[in-house]
């Protein structure tokens, strides 16, 4: 079973930028990212599989972008214009049970990173 490690949370303003990696251990062919805010249910941030078909949640689409080097098996979101309801913990996912879309179950789970951004 593929691991995940995630990397480059961090505190921001809002307005700011940050991008946050995920390296995998091994060959996975959709990867995404969800989200959990405090008090809140995980929700889906964005997902791409190796033909870079992408899903995006409707409140990311257009400030958020995923993308992935296939050949580093690392996952990547590039998130511009944070807002401070973007403030939750990451985390990155693998292998989903069905279809590549924020709105499936996914097997492999990394440990999350933290985003808070401020007003």
């Known amino acids: 079973q593929v691991q995940l490690v995630e990397s480059g949370g961090g505190s921001v303003q809002a307005g700011g930028s940050l991008r946050l990696s995920c390296a995998a251990s091994g060959y996975t062919h959709c990867m995404g990212w969800f989200r959990r805010a405090p008090g809140k249910e995980r929700e889906g941030v964005a997902t791409i599989d190796n033909d870079n078909f992408t899903t995006y949640a409707g409140s990311v689409k257009g400030r958020f972008t995923i993308s992935k080097d296939n050949a580093k098996n690392t996952l990547y979101l590039q998130m511009n214009m944070l807002k401070p309801e973007d403030t939750a913990m990451y985390y990155c996912?693998?292998?989903?049970?069905?279809?590549?879309?924020?709105?499936?179950?996914?097997?492999?789970w990394g440990q999350g990173t933290q985003v808070s951004v401020s007003s």
């Open positions: 996912a693998a292998d989903p049970f069905f279809y590549c879309s924020i709105g499936s179950r996914f097997r492999v």
